[in-house]
């Protein structure tokens, strides 16, 4: 049973909120301001947060800030701004999706639901992609062994970190796949680690390691990163 945590200060449309989830199988946690929403968020570790934007004390978008330091749980956020420039805000401060009031309580169940289908999905691509295979791969002149953690370029070895390594084998197996910087935290490093710029140093250094080969390591702009495919022979 997934657990939501809905912080809302309006206690009657709090009331039908959560009566609703609840109906729909969920376990309901309740705060009423930020800051009780973020010592709840930290105890009870929700899947998802239905986040309203304007609460007492600290808001939803600093509520959302916070959380985005160390978390990257699902929001859905709740607001009566239907502005463009609100919801573009929202977003990209973090929020995963955006309903405006006033809303129906089957499209909040809906969207709820998609979100949590979502997470599910990617968490099972993650565990596939954290396990992978153990099969040394080729690209060209550049071959990994990760049972060996050897790494060898044109026969000679590579010098590669932990997480280098974990990156490049992922890449390797997945030619033409587009990944996400944030996907590609969850997926190599082992320890948290807030921004992308940890991705983006890596891919540098990955790139200036394999040289030439470095430049088939390609920038899909708004998204992240992938490893062109090989061009068959012929």
Aim: aromatic share 6%.
């Amino acid at each position: 049973m997934a657990t939501i945590l809905l912080v809302e200060d309006a206690r009657d449309l709090a009331r039908v909120i959560r009566r609703e989830l609840e109906v729909a199988g969920y376990q309901v946690l309740h705060a009423a301001d930020g800051r009780t929403a973020l010592a709840l968020h930290e105890r009870e570790r929700p899947d998802l947060i239905v986040l309203d934007w304007m609460l007492p004390e600290l808001d939803g978008l600093e509520v959302l800030r916070e959380l985005r330091r160390s978390s990257g749980t699902l929001v859905l956020m709740l607001t009566a701004r239907s502005e463009e420039v609100d919801r573009v805000i929202g977003l990209e401060l973090g929020a995963d999706d955006y309903l405006t009031k006033p809303f129906s309580m089957r499209e909040l169940i809906a969207r709820v639901r998609a979100l949590l289908r979502r997470a599910e999905l990617l968490r099972l691509a993650l565990a596939a992609d954290r396990e992978g295979s153990r099969m040394p791969v080729s690209y060209g002149p550049l071959h990994l062994d990760p049972d060996q953690h050897e790494a060898t370029l044109d026969g000679r070895p590579l010098d590669l970190t932990a997480n280098e390594f974990r990156l490049l084998y992922l890449l390797l197996r997945n030619p033409g796949r587009a990944f996400s910087r944030s996907y590609l935290l969850d997926t190599v490093w082992d320890e948290p680690v807030v921004g992308d710029r940890a991705v983006d140093n890596a891919i540098h250094r990955l790139r200036r390691k394999l040289g030439p080969l470095g430049e088939r390591i390609e920038t899909v702009w708004g998204v992240g990163y992938r490893l062109r495919p090989l061009q068959p022979p012929g």
